[in-house]
């Protein structure tokens, strides 16, 4: 009985690929988007816990190994502090401001019609900025000039990662269920876009 061949392991990546590929990468980016939720849960440890999945998945990148929740812990306390404890204070303000100024809109004041689209660009671009902070190398990680500054270097790059927040309302709105696992796929396209940024080409 002839048996099928075992196609080998690829060691080489594929021009342009950063990461693994197949159900490998699929893997890291659940596994990344669990561990970051429960992570998130004090809230006040969201920048951190982004942070830790970007420095995760840049390992992996550079090592060709696969995300473990052990490398993703010792990532996490490495980037919990005081700094970035009151950075986590800014997502609920944040929030508070938006839902303050989305009932305001709703009463029908005049201008509503061009503060609402300009409400939504506030907050598409913060949530941008944010990822970007959060995908940051050391001694850069969790710098919001230095995000502004990247973002504004590279349109392409904030283009991409501006669908992929996008994307993530759009799922978290019609599929809440996917919710713990969206900070995966983000933490990723956060990673990927800094990677692959001018800035760090230009410092290496």
Request: glycine residues 8%; proline residues 8%; hydrophobic residues 60%.
């Amino acid at each position: 009985m002839s048996h099928a061949p075992i196609a080998p392991r690829r060691e080489r990546r594929e021009p342009g690929e950063v990461f693994g590929s197949g159900f490998t990468l699929f893997a890291d980016m659940l596994l990344i988007g669990l561990l970051t939720s429960l992570a998130c849960l004090p809230v006040v440890t969201a920048p951190a816990a982004f942070a830790a999945a970007s420095a995760t998945l840049r390992q992996a990148a550079g090592s060709g190994v696969q995300v473990r929740a052990g490398t993703y812990g010792a990532q996490l306390r490495a980037q919990l502090s005081v700094r970035s404890a009151a950075l986590g204070l800014v997502p609920p303000l944040l929030v508070v401001v938006v839902l303050i100024d989305a009932a305001l809109l709703r009463a029908a004041l005049p201008g509503a019609a061009v503060m609402a689209p300009a409400l939504a660009l506030l907050v598409l671009g913060a949530a941008v900025v944010a990822l970007r902070a959060t995908a940051l190398e050391t001694p850069h990680v969790l710098a919001a000039r230095e995000a502004l500054v990247r973002s504004a270097a590279d349109p392409r790059g904030t283009l991409l990662l501006a669908g992929a927040v996008i994307l993530s309302g759009l799922l978290a709105w019609s599929i809440p269920l996917l919710v713990p696992l969206l900070p995966g796929p983000l933490a990723f396209a956060a990673t990927v876009v800094d990677l692959r940024s001018p800035a760090d080409a230009q410092e290496n």
